[in-house]
């Protein structure tokens, strides 16, 4: 089955009426965990994006928490693992600044970690890409934010 485009998916919403479209993305929220999620930041925490922040960084803790530290391959896992998490919330959100905190916080974690980083190669590129992807976040940013973001990324150098 071929998708419909996004034009005549908008105009087909706006002939439905409100039950029919209440629904509608009920039967969307069902259908994936994604749309479920992205409707539950939609619905309520959209308008309070430091509570959002909050949440997501209690859930990406609870991963660090269970992170295997025995083998650097488990570490590994897990780290991408996180990092797709931040990718897949900021989405949600598509706000730079909490996409930039959100990593920011990420790699200060990273960095605690024991047995350190440092000795494994794939940790490490890991991290410098992750470090490189928040100075590319940074620089979308007003020049205002750019010294507060600053501080933050001088102190993540290995």
Known sequence: MKAAKISSIKSELYNL???DLI????KLSKFKKENKELLSYLLFLA???DEYIKQVKYELNLLFEQMNTNSYFYMKKTIRKILRNITKYAKYSKKTKTEIELR???????????????????????????????????SKLHEDYHLDYEEDMDSLEL
């Open 17 to 19: 009426s409100n039950t």
């Open 23 to 26: 629904d509608l993305v009920l």
């Open 47 to 49: 308008q309070e994006e």
């Open 104 to 138: 920011i916080w990420c790699c200060q974690k990273i960095k605690t970690i024991q047995p350190s980083i440092a000795n494994s190669n794939v940790l490490s590129n890991i991290y410098q890409r992750e470090l490189s992807k928040i100075e590319k976040l940074i």
